[in-house]
């Protein structure tokens, strides 16, 4: 958990700066700093996504975690969490939904959150976290000089989601192999392309609503040899 807990504290001191420096630049610096996120949010997906070695479980686990995700209305309850965060701060700040969600996204859908969790749960090996706090800390300075103080209060959820797969994969050892780790990675690809339409104002998809295709596909993949076997 020591890697989790120093990306932590990276992202919540990158934040604070970042919402320091936010009254600082000028709409027109603040809107390009966006869209080029989105765009390097956007490669990184595309990235990611082609690491699935078949697009089969990429498919069934999208269709199968969105229905899931849409029925538990995922999204609406992490803008619930957020929305009660923003009343107990008593926050004005209108992209305090946005800054939260994209955030938690960029900070935990990205290959090296789950190949450094595991890593750090498998191995006791935290280094991949650490490289992963560096940029995060860069990471977080930028959104949060963007979308403002929701980017600092993502902390919570990437402390619980990110210690939750270190926790797991101290656990259950056997279930993280190569194939199951790729087909993660590939689904958390797709979930960060939505999430670069959605900074780029292309279109607006319900991408929290997609996290359940995560754990989908790394069911289907470690059960599919099975199957075979059966």
């Given at each position: 958990?020591?890697?989790?807990?120093?990306n932590t504290?990276s992202v919540?001191?990158?934040s604070?700066v970042g919402v320091f420096?936010?009254?600082?630049?000028?709409?027109?610096?603040?809107?390009?700093?966006?869209?080029?996120i989105?765009l390097?949010?956007?490669f990184i997906?595309?990235?990611m996504?082609s690491k699935?070695?078949?697009l089969?479980?990429?498919?069934?686990s999208?269709?199968?975690?969105?229905?899931?995700?849409?029925?538990?209305n995922?999204e609406g309850?992490?803008?619930?969490?957020g929305?009660?965060?923003?009343?107990k701060?008593?926050s004005?700040e209108d992209k305090?939904i946005?800054g939260f969600?994209?955030?938690?996204?960029?900070f935990?859908?990205?290959?090296?959150?789950?190949?450094?969790?595991i890593?750090?749960?498998?191995?006791g090996?935290?280094s991949?976290?650490?490289a992963?706090?560096?940029l995060?800390?860069?990471?977080?300075l930028?959104?949060a000089?963007?979308l403002g103080?929701?980017?600092l209060f993502s902390?919570i959820?990437?402390?619980?989601?990110q210690?939750g797969?270190?926790l797991l994969?101290?656990?259950s050892?056997?279930f993280?192999?190569?194939a199951v780790?790729n087909e993660?990675s590939?689904?958390g690809g797709?979930?960060?392309?939505g999430?670069?339409?959605n900074l780029?104002?292309?279109?607006k998809?319900r991408?929290?609503n997609?996290?359940?295709?995560?754990?989908?596909?790394a069911?289907?993949t470690?059960?599919?040899?099975?199957?075979?076997i059966?």
């Amino acid at each position: 958990m020591q890697g989790t807990l120093v990306n932590t504290v990276s992202v919540i001191v990158g934040s604070l700066v970042g919402v320091f420096l936010r009254g600082r630049f000028p709409e027109r610096v603040k809107g390009i700093v966006f869209q080029g996120i989105g765009l390097v949010t956007l490669f990184i997906g595309f990235q990611m996504a082609s690491k699935t070695s078949n697009l089969i479980i990429l498919f069934f686990s999208m269709l199968i975690g969105a229905i899931i995700g849409e029925t538990l209305n995922i999204e609406g309850h992490i803008e619930g969490f957020g929305n009660f965060v923003k009343s107990k701060i008593s926050s004005r700040e209108d992209k305090f939904i946005d800054g939260f969600i994209t955030a938690f996204l960029v900070f935990c859908m990205g290959s090296m959150t789950i190949v450094g969790s595991i890593e750090d749960g498998l191995n006791g090996n935290p280094s991949i976290l650490y490289a992963k706090s560096m940029l995060d800390g860069f990471a977080s300075l930028s959104l949060a000089s963007a979308l403002g103080l929701g980017v600092l209060f993502s902390a919570i959820p990437l402390l619980l989601y990110q210690g939750g797969i270190t926790l797991l994969a101290s656990l259950s050892k056997a279930f993280f192999t190569e194939a199951v780790i790729n087909e993660l990675s590939a689904s958390g690809g797709i979930i960060l392309i939505g999430l670069g339409i959605n900074l780029l104002e292309i279109r607006k998809i319900r991408v929290a609503n997609l996290l359940p295709s995560l754990a989908i596909s790394a069911a289907i993949t470690y059960l599919l040899p099975y199957m075979h076997i059966i």
